[in-house]
């Protein structure tokens, strides 16, 4: 077969979903298959994602999440004479003239509008057009599988769950300085409390805040909360709570960092706090468990599914059981071990080779 994976989207971002695309291309490579893959990429990407001699990369000159892109998209997309294309983003909703795969990442556009740009929630608003001209649809959790079939009346055979895994760069470190290569490399002095994401509303950063605040007056924690990650839409509340906290002191936002150093940081950090609304994976707490570091997940959407009991599951709307559950952590020596062990087994439990042969097999059926 000829298999076209749209990855015009990490020319734009470099988390998330343009992680889950390189993962997944990566993987696909590794296999033994005599099929031929087509990379669909930005025409501004100065790389190729993968160079092999099956794996071909074509530049497009649409941008991704574009107004015209169902429109510019299609006809640029038939000249490359595809048996299947994946659309990983699951937009834009045109008919091809091919087979079609789509991955929906999770719902939340629809579970809280109110979290998107108004610019956003057009763009996602396509999903009802392309969930039915999808010939097939990959959901990266049993949740997010349940959210199609109940909000989008989507029958169950036309969906396959696969997870998603964490890269194998993230393991533990045999680094006994690690904590000080952190200190020199982002000014991090002793121990803190670790939030990897996009700083956007559905990832819940002002309950964090407050929890934060409440450990640093309750407990006299002498740690500091270390955020990495872009700056999303919407963020500008949570420097503005920051203030009004009094915590500008006491948190460190590091803005984008590379995977080598989310790698330090995870290995360095005491406990990782993912508190989202709602999450339709939760990649963030796989990637820390897999370094052997202590997870606090909301109890919501999918996380509880994928970090089950190899971490602490808090309301990701209450402060107080969020504060108590980081001092846990940071105050029982043998429940960090206890974490650590139980989340390195749960970590190894996700594959990307795995969700590679189950891509496979969602794309052969469609022959």
């Not at 510019?72 to 008919?95: K, M, Y």
């Not at 949570?238 to 936002?253: A, I, K, S």
Request: hydrophobic content about 45%.
């Amino acid at each position: 077969m000829r298999i076209g994976i749209d990855a015009r989207i990490t020319h734009y971002r470099h988390a998330g979903i343009s992680q889950y695309v390189i993962q997944l291309i990566e993987a696909l490579a590794r296999q033994d298959t005599d099929d031929e893959f087509v990379i669909l990429q930005h025409f501004r990407s100065r790389e190729p994602i993968l160079e092999r001699p099956n794996f071909v990369v074509r530049r497009l000159i649409t941008p991704s999440h574009h107004r015209l892109e169902q429109l510019t998209l299609p006809i640029e997309v038939s000249a490359r004479g595809l048996d299947v294309l994946h659309s990983p983003d699951f937009i834009p909703p045109f008919r091809a003239n091919c087979r079609s795969v789509i991955t929906i990442h999770d719902l939340v556009f629809m579970l809280y509008p109110h979290f998107l740009t108004k610019e956003s929630a057009r763009y996602y608003g396509q999903i009802d057009q392309a969930v039915r001209r999808a010939d097939a649809i990959i959901a990266v959790s049993q949740a997010t599988k349940t959210d199609v079939m109940r909000l989008l009346g989507v029958p169950e055979h036309k969906i396959t769950v696969i997870y998603e895994a964490a890269s194998p760069i993230y393991r533990p470190l045999d680094m006994p300085d690690i904590k000080d290569r952190v200190r020199a490399r982002f000014g991090i002095p002793g121990d803190f409390i670790l939030f990897v994401s996009t700083i956007e509303p559905r990832k819940n950063v002002p309950t964090l805040l407050r929890a934060f605040r409440q450990l640093l007056d309750s407990y006299r924690a002498p740690v500091k909360l270390v955020l990495a990650g872009e700056r999303g839409w919407l963020f500008e509340d949570v420097f503005t709570l920051v203030r009004e906290l009094d915590l500008v002191n006491d948190c460190v936002f590091l803005g984008r960092v590379s995977s080598e150093e989310i790698l330090w940081l995870y290995n360095a950090a005491q406990v990782l706090v993912a508190p989202s609304i709602y999450e339709g994976f939760g990649l963030t707490p796989l990637e820390a468990m897999a370094c052997g570091t202590p997870v606090i997940v909301s109890n919501v959407s999918s996380l509880p599914e994928v970090v089950a009991d190899a971490g602490l599951k808090v309301d990701p709307t209450d402060v107080e059981e969020l504060t108590v559950a980081i001092w846990r952590i940071l105050s029982d020596c043998e429940l960090r071990a206890s974490l650590r062990e139980k989340g390195l087994k749960r970590a190894a439990v996700f594959s990307w080779d795995k969700a590679a042969r189950e891509t496979l097999a969602v794309y052969h059926s469609l022959r």
